[in-house]
């Protein structure tokens, strides 16, 4: 898999919109980017997944550069609630029997009133 | 609908001494995962099973052993602790390939069980 490298900490004010940078410049391409989240003390939450175009759901906006060497997650309007350690991971989906994700350590999110 | 329930979700144990954790899963998933969380690391893959009745090896699986003797239960066991082994453990499950377009690759965790050796 795709080594990933994130800041450590991020801070974003309430209600505005926070921009979650992963760098993931030897991904292949057959490696989608996978990004989860964890509040403190929770077991990990999958939040959105993508290979090559944006992505959005009812959490977040996934933006993957056209070389695709980089990425980044936007919560568009951050509460306090998304206070959060969030994890970027490269992973293969491929045919085979298993779908392990490695967890790095992530970027704590930090959103303040 | 639980999800993913992991038990016990507190245990104190002593050098020496065995537990198994219980993780079950309610979703008819294929795939389920043991990983540990200790301070200021990731998440770390200890065994993982793709069905019923078959396990494997992650990236820390030494002096853990699992069992999926049913496809709903996920056992972690600790045959003799050590202090090494205080951490975290969470449990996850999820689909396995060859369902309808869709699948989103999404892991479900558990709550998480704290272990401490002492």
């Known amino acids: 898999d795709a080594k990933t490298t994130q800041p450590t900490s991020m801070d974003c004010a309430e209600g505005r919109a926070a921009n979650l940078p992963c760098n993931h410049s030897?991904?292949?391409?057959?490696?989608?980017v996978y990004w989860y989240r964890q509040i403190h003390s929770q077991g990990p939450q999958y939040i959105i997944h993508?290979?090559?175009n944006n992505e959005t759901n009812e959490m977040a906006s996934l933006i993957i550069t056209e070389d695709r060497k980089s990425s980044t997650l936007i919560l568009p309007h951050a509460t306090l609630r998304d206070t959060a350690v969030y994890y970027c991971?490269?992973?293969?989906?491929?045919?085979?029997?298993?779908?392990?994700?490695?967890f790095g350590k992530g970027t704590l999110l930090t959103v303040n009133p | 609908n639980a999800g993913v329930t992991q038990t016990p979700k507190f245990r104190v144990l002593k050098t020496g001494q065995s537990m198994t954790l219980l993780c079950a899963q309610d979703?008819?998933?294929?795939?389920m995962y043991w990983y540990r969380q200790d301070p200021g690391m990731g998440l770390r893959l200890i065994h993982y099973?793709?069905?019923?009745?078959?396990?494997a090896k992650g990236e820390v699986p030494d002096g853990y052993n699992v069992s999926r003797l049913k496809k709903q239960n996920f056992l972690l066991g600790l045959e003799s602790a050590a202090p090494s082994q205080t951490s975290v453990y969470f449990c996850?499950?999820?689909?396995?390939?060859?369902?309808?377009?869709?699948?989103?690759?999404?892991?479900?965790f558990g709550e998480g069980s704290r272990l401490t050796v002492l």
């Open positions: 996850a499950s999820s689909y396995s390939i060859g369902l309808a377009g869709g699948w989103t690759g999404e892991l479900f």
């Open positions: 030897t991904i292949s391409g057959n490696e989608y």
């Open positions: 099973s793709v069905g019923e009745g078959t396990t």
């Open positions: 979703m008819n998933h294929e795939y």
């Open positions: 991971i490269v992973r293969v989906w491929s045919g085979g029997s298993n779908y392990k994700l490695t």
């Open positions: 993508g290979l090559k």
